[in-house]
Nanobody
């Protein structure tokens, strides 16, 4: 049974940066596409970014394009979400997820293992 552990959230002022990390336990993350989702207060969880099994392509929600970067480490055991120029509307709980084998998408149904979430709060 695979587990994902997300970390790196925190409180930051608008315009600041955070880097989220997602590490796998019992699951070889290098074999799967990976994604980040977020849930803002009172809203449904939404797709933020994904990286394919082969690291290309990467896909972003329009609001994250040019500000966020999803990547893997050299050992392909950890997935990162570098978030720059953060805005108050980026506030939410961020979840990393590992896709079903052979799947690579922006829908929650494409993913089968989820991390516990890490809180990101951006103050204005």
């Amino acid at each position: 049974q695979g587990q994902l552990v997300a970390s790196g959230g925190g409180l930051v002022q608008a315009g600041g940066s955070l880097r989220l990390s997602c590490a796998g336990s019992g699951r070889n993350l290098s074999r799967y596409a990976m994604g980040w989702f977020r849930q803002a207060p009172g809203k449904e969880r939404e797709f933020v970014a994904s990286i394919s099994r082969s690291d290309s392509p990467t896909v972003y929600v329009d609001s994250a394009k040019g500000r966020f970067t999803i990547s893997r480490d050299f050992a392909r055991t950890t997935v990162f979400l570098q978030m720059n120029n953060l805005k108050p509307e980026d506030t939410g709980v961020y979840y990393c997820a590992s896709a079903r084998f052979g799947r690579d998408g922006t829908s929650e149904s494409d993913y089968e293992y989820w991390g516990q979430g890490t809180q990101v709060t951006v103050s204005s």
